[in-house]
């Protein structure tokens, strides 16, 4: 899948192709169409949010296609 990844505040995001391993007993998998880039996500890329783990993922409102169930 193609991401939006920040790996320090206030530094671009990079746009990179992720790899992930099929969904566990009770997820599923997603192939996302769209999302967005929320006011949070500008929260955690400019380190409002104290704490955050880094490397992230932005982009958590996005609309898509159940792939696979596991």
Partial sequence: MKAAVLYEKNQPL?????????????EVLVKMVASGVCHSDLHVIQGN??????????GHEGSGIVQEVG
């Fill in 49 to 58: 949010i104290r704490e955050h783990p880094m490397p992230v993922v932005l």
């Fill in 14 to 26: 990079k746009m990179e192709e992720l790899s992930l391993e099929a969904p566990r007993r009770r």
